[in-house]
């Protein structure tokens, strides 16, 4: 689950850098979320059964 919302954000992120280039400020946060969601979904591994 977290590794899918990484890719969207990584997605949305790319997206944004794109075609909104004057928010950088809101690109680069969702940057940082994309990286801690994927970081997190690496250090869980996958324990869970859902």
Do not use: P
Not at 18 to 42: C, N, R, Y
Not at 44 to 49: A, D, E, H, N, Q
């Amino acid at each position: 689950m977290f590794l899918v919302i990484g890719i969207v954000l990584v997605l949305l992120w790319l997206g944004g850098f794109v075609m909104f280039h004057t928010a950088g400020f809101l690109i680069h946060i969702l940057l940082v979320l994309a990286l801690v969601s994927f970081v997190f979904h690496l250090l869980r591994g996958r324990t869970s059964t859902v």
